[in-house]
């Protein structure tokens, strides 16, 4: 016969060894515990280094220290743009030139960015949300190329981090571990990213993979009259031939061929990929297969 209560007072005893449990884990990781839980991973590369993404907006923004500057420097991470700019007022203070090419050594997180060559520039429009930049300085914008060309990289939406891996061998496996995945090739243009589209089984152009764009994806208006899409539409959208799902496209008056990128000389631009689409996947970069991956996480 059992004693009254004693196997509900065994059921909370295990309760509460359970919490704890939980409660040591989430401790020991911690914010920073992002990158050591990925490293934890089975089969995870101990090369990688990672940083947190700030994802505010649809925008992603890394967080790293430069002396003698006091504040933490916030940075837009932006694959569409080419360089790693500067704002004035931070150059200032770093000491550097407005007039050259110089070069700057960043510590973001775990990733080193080591001697990048950087130009002094305040983008015209762009400005971060205010509470962003309460208790941060807003330094510029981080792109792509060529701080990142040297690594295999992952932009990890949904996780919040950016994560960078020695380069793959040529050949190579992309780094998915079996999840599902849509890879795809890339071209670079103009240091820039580009991948062929398809919007319901019609082969329409290329577009710009792009950070830097915060909502829907972004087609040429002729481009869309002739693919069939009206402004706004969900459409079923491949990259190369993988089916990312249907997204929604948002339709631009202009040329993007001969005005925005003209300076990538790749003829039949007619869109930008933008967060909206990335959102919900890990995009891995393979610069040594020219490779694109939107992984499920």
């Excluded at 409660?23 to 990688?48: I, K, N, Q, S, T």
Aim: glycine share 10%; hydrophobic share 45%; net charge positive.
């Amino acid at each position: 016969m059992p004693v009254p209560g004693l196997a509900g007072g065994y059921r909370r005893a295990a309760a509460r060894r359970v919490h704890r449990l939980v409660l040591w884990v989430l401790l020991g990781l911690g914010l920073p515990g992002l990158c050591r839980a990925a490293g934890a991973e089975p089969g995870a590369d101990p090369a990688a280094r990672c940083c947190p993404l700030l994802f505010v907006d649809g925008m992603l923004y890394v967080e790293t220290h430069i002396p003698p500057v006091r504040k933490k420097i916030l940075f837009l991470f932006d694959t569409g743009t080419t360089r790693f700019a500067v704002r004035p007022m931070l150059a200032e203070q770093l000491g550097l030139a407005a007039d050259a090419t110089q070069r700057l050594s960043l510590r973001l997180g775990e990733i080193e960015i080591p001697d990048a060559e950087v130009v002094v520039w305040e983008h015209p429009f762009w400005r971060p949300p205010a509470g962003l930049v309460k208790t941060r300085l807003y330094g510029g914008i981080l792109g792509l190329n060529p701080a990142f060309k040297p690594y295999y990289t992952v932009i990890d939406y949904p996780g919040r981090k950016l994560t960078v891996y020695p380069p793959l061998e040529p050949g190579a496996r992309m780094k998915v571990r079996g999840r599902p995945a849509a890879v795809s090739p890339f071209t670079w243009a103009g240091e820039q990213i580009f991948v062929e589209v398809d919007i319901n089984d019609r082969r329409v152009g290329y577009f710009h993979v792009d950070t830097g764009i915060p909502g829907a994806t972004k087609i040429s208006s002729q481009a869309a009259r002739d693919a069939g899409v009206t402004n706004g539409a969900c459409e079923l959208f491949y990259v190369g031939k993988a089916n990312i799902g249907a997204q929604r496209l948002k339709m631009l008056d202009s040329d993007l061929s001969t005005g925005p990128f003209s300076y990538a000389k790749l003829p039949g631009i007619i869109g930008a990929i933008g967060a909206e689409t990335m959102r919900p996947f890990e995009i891995h970069l393979d610069f040594v297969g020219s490779r694109i991956a939107f992984v499920i996480p």
